[in-house]
């Protein structure tokens, strides 16, 4: 066992040189990311697990995860993790390094391994941990291919196009992440395949929607899916690319 904590602690302090001291955010990385609260208690976990990885890029999958500063102990296999602040959407972070750890279980939750990458924007201005489930691998790229989601959903409200499909489907949960995708209500032609979208608001957030319906419109010569999705007194076809399968979860 001693064996053990013994490489564990000489690969953080090859992989992690700062695995004697907590990361230190620059001067101005909070103009990057949502200002903290009060700082957070320093939790410890044990380290099961420390290397550098192929620097790879990484986006925020939804809400605004935490964000942590790590202090590596030198003679043990344990890691202080501190709440920082929270990471924006909308930008791309790069990973570079990944540590697996055992978080305790508590009277509510269960014991449990969790990955952490650390992650920093181009320009280095905001860098820390941040738990890999969080993170959507591949840079950001705003809805649609254009500036951002609201942009897009503007140039296509109030616009026909032709009706390729239409059918009801089985009642599924979906959550977005991302950028709020627009919602539009939809009227169809009595006597021609068109359809005719106009954007009424966003989705809100950290919210299930359920769809019923999808329909597939020819959109710039690409066949298109857009969903009907319902949540209390949002109700409105969505683009099916923004939307992720299954129930919205709460970010750690």
């Not at 590596?72 to 540590?99: E, N, R, S």
């Amino acid at each position: 066992m001693m064996k053990k904590v013994a490489m564990i602690a000489a690969a953080a302090a090859m992989v992690l040189p700062l695995g004697i001291g907590a990361i230190a955010p620059a001067n101005n990385e909070v103009t990057a990311f949502a200002a903290a609260k009060p700082a957070a208690k320093k939790v410890t976990h044990t380290l099961i697990s420390a290397k550098a990885i192929k620097k790879a890029a990484f986006h925020v999958k939804s809400g605004k995860p935490a964000l942590y500063s790590a202090v590596f102990a030198a003679d043990q296999a344990k890691v202080g993790m501190t709440k920082k602040g929270t990471l924006a959407g909308g930008k791309t972070y790069y990973a570079t390094k990944k540590i697996v750890v055992k978080v305790k279980a508590t009277k509510t939750t269960k014991a449990k391994k969790v990955t952490y990458a650390y992650i920093k924007t181009s320009n280095g201005k905001v860098k820390g941990w941040v738990a890999l489930s969080k993170l959507t691998a591949g840079k950001f790229m705003a809805a649609d291919g254009n500036a951002d989601a609201k942009k897009a959903a503007d140039k296509i409200a109030g616009k026909t196009y032709t009706l390729v499909s239409a059918k009801s489907i089985k009642k599924s949960a979906f959550h977005f992440k991302g950028n709020q995708p627009a919602v539009y209500t939809g009227k169809f032609a009595a006597d021609k395949a068109k359809v005719t979208l106009t954007k009424k608001g966003v989705l809100p957030q950290s919210k299930t929607f359920y769809a019923t319906k999808t329909i597939t419109i020819k959109k710039a010569k690409k066949n298109v899916a857009y969903d009907y999705v319902t949540s209390g007194k949002t109700k409105g076809w969505v683009l099916a690319s923004q939307l992720t399968a299954g129930k919205f979860m709460a970010a750690d």
